[in-house]
């Protein structure tokens, strides 16, 4: 072989090689995450739709930055045999090579869209919409909407045993006060709707009055007067050991056909809530079918509850103490003062005051 053969070949040689190193050059980059303009990877999210072609696929994660080169996505595929590529919402942190976005596609690793909503116990139904706004896609408007649907009403009427129509009466604020049970509930993704959330906070209230059917037939109250008494012992009991104690004031003042009197009743009775500000007496003194503290209530429950009620109110309820204390009152401190008679509750009152802790009314 000549030397200019050898030359020819040796030049051939360095440049196949060349081309080699630059092609493994160019598909080891192209592999990689890409970059944004400043330098920075940035969350992506994508919805692949079902039934798109793997073509289309890459178009997406290369228009969406998520991949580098669609060339070399399409030659990875082929020569690893990457197959099913799933649909569903993912969502990619900007740092993720080829072989990791394709795997995710293929093991269908889809976003969690899971959206978590605590209710706490002793809540009214604006903090309900609340929650529900702030946690999901809905307004408080579209909660407030669907109490307003008298067919949607009718159908909880029709489905739960415990819901009845007392809930429609005249006067009520909001037909699923106090029925709705406070607790963690998960939903699929915020597009969840209001109808949803609701039956699941029912479901649930079924399953604790389930386990009290028995105690809730024997008691020969409805259930709908048992929930606002525990809305009332729920905001006015601070623990387990008072709770059956508020139980049996209410029972044994109704007996006496007296007034309840309680100052939460008067808060709900006037939309305000409890710690924005104090009574005023002309609202104390004004009639409402809520405000135990007004005329013409005596001997009269409010005319439903007034706030999401727990377990255990409504055991206290369904086992209130067996006492014959006719007052209670609170101080500034939620300390309750139980007592036998006016005088005694007199009494408790004005030691209260002077020691700073009584609520004055203007």
Do not use: C
């Not at 293929?106 to 702030?134: C, H």
């Not at 008494?229 to 029972?251: D, F, Q, T, W």
């Not at 305000?272 to 209530?297: C, F, H, S, W």
């Not at 209260?352 to 802790?357: A, D, E, T």
Request: aromatic share 10%; glycine share 6%.
């Amino acid at each position: 072989m000549s030397k200019k053969v050898k030359i020819i070949i040796g030049v051939i040689v360095a440049i196949i090689l060349v081309i080699i190193i630059s092609l493994f050059l160019f598909y080891s980059q192209g592999l990689k995450a890409p970059k944004t303009n400043n330098g920075d990877n940035t969350e992506k999210i994508i919805q692949i739709e079902s039934g798109s072609s793997t073509l289309n696929i890459i178009n997406n994660l290369k228009q969406n930055n998520i991949i580098k080169n669609e060339f070399i996505a399409k030659i990875y595929i082929k020569l690893h045999d990457v197959k099913s590529l799933k649909a569903g919402k993912y969502k990619f942190e900007g740092n993720e090579a080829l072989p990791e976005v394709l795997n995710i596609l293929t093991e269908g690793k889809v976003m969690d869209e899971t959206v978590t909503i605590t209710f706490l116990e002793g809540k009214n139904m604006r903090y309900i919409a609340s929650q529900i706004a702030d946690n999901t896609n809905n307004t408080t408007n579209d909660v407030y909407n669907l109490l307003q649907d008298n067919n949607y009403i009718t159908s909880v009427i029709s489905k739960y045993w415990f819901v009845t129509e007392d809930i429609q009466k005249n006067g009520i604020y909001y037909p699923l006060e106090g029925y709705l049970y406070p607790d963690t509930y998960s939903f699929e993704n915020v597009d969840v709707d209001v109808k949803t959330i609701f039956e699941k906070m029912l479901d649930k209230m079924d399953e604790v009055l389930e386990k009290n059917k028995e105690d809730i037939e024997n008691s020969k109250i409805s259930v709908h007067n048992i929930l606002t008494m525990a809305s009332i012992v729920e905001l006015e009991g601070n623990n387990a050991e008072n709770r059956p104690k508020v139980a049996s004031v209410i029972y044994n003042r109704l007996k006496n056909k007296m007034s309840i009197g309680s100052d939460v009743t008067t808060y709900y009775g006037i939309k305000v809530d409890m710690g924005e500000r104090d009574l005023y007496a002309k609202e104390i003194n004004t009639y409402n079918q809520y405000n135990t503290r007004g005329p013409n209530m005596a001997g009269k429950l409010p005319i439903g509850p007034i706030a999401s009620v727990s377990e255990e109110s409504i055991n206290a309820v369904l086992n209130p103490a067996k006492e014959s204390y006719l007052y209670f009152v609170a101080d500034k401190n939620g300390e309750l003062y139980f007592s036998n008679t006016n005088e005694e509750h007199e009494q408790t009152i004005q030691t209260l005051k002077k020691k700073g802790l009584w609520y004055e009314y203007e």
